[in-house]
């Protein structure tokens, strides 16, 4: 989430009164719906986090 948060802190996105960015639900932490880093760097997380057995995750 950390990079999530910090690649959209660096757009104009985050200063917008979005549904987008959770302001349409009052007491809703504001946080940017999709991740926004490009599709290659998102394919290359899921990627790491496959080989790694999905560390964090609970398969049930």
Not at 3 to 28: F, I, P, Q, R
Request: aromatic fraction near 10%; hydrophobic fraction near 30%; proline fraction near 3%.
């Amino acid at each position: 989430m950390q990079h999530h948060d910090e690649t959209a802190a660096a757009t104009l996105v985050v200063k917008t009164d979005s549904w987008y960015m959770g302001s349409n639900v009052e007491g809703k932490p504001r946080r940017l719906l999709s991740y926004i880093g490009g599709a290659g760097n998102y394919h290359r997380q899921c990627d790491e986090l496959a080989a790694k057995g999905y560390p964090g995750f609970s398969m049930t």
